[in-house]
């Protein structure tokens, strides 16, 4: 039986190396995605997620919601645009497929090159529950 390897979701320095996106507010943005980072590597039972990241109601909360969206493996890009959207978009919980297609653009636009690829139409839902998970745990 072969293992999966650990899912692998980039730093925000990573993704974002400075100067790369001048429009973006670099505190909340890197804070925020290497918050919801930390949240997703838990949900995975990754052995890259740090051991007190998990610490907190919210967070506990958080991490439960994504692992009962699925098998999180597979729907592993599903949440990495999820992450994308709550904290570069800082996006409010989203309520339309028009709104949240927009967003999930934006997002493919900076994480294509991370192998996230787009999602069926029928996995926008999935996204927008993730959103709605990861939310309350980003930095005001």
């Not at 072969?2 to 400075?18: G, N």
Request: charged share 15%; net charge negative.
């Amino acid at each position: 039986m072969t293992h999966a390897p650990p899912l692998y979701v980039p730093t925000s320095q990573e993704l974002f190396p400075p100067d790369s996106h001048p429009d973006l507010h670099p505190g909340a943005v890197h804070h925020g995605w290497n918050r919801g980072r930390q949240l997703l590597l838990h949900a995975c039972a990754s052995p890259h997620a740090n051991t007190g990241s998990a610490a907190g109601p919210e967070r506990k909360q958080a991490i439960e919601q994504l692992h009962s969206l699925g098998n999180t493996r597979e729907i592993a890009g599903l949440l990495i645009i999820a992450l994308y959207i709550t904290a570069v978009e800082q996006a409010a919980p989203i309520n339309d497929a028009v709104s949240l297609t927009t967003l999930v653009g934006e997002a493919l636009a900076d994480l294509g090159a991370w192998g996230v690829t787009a999602p069926a139409p029928a996995e926008l839902d999935t996204i927008a529950q993730a959103v709605r998970a990861l939310a309350p745990c980003m930095p005001e």
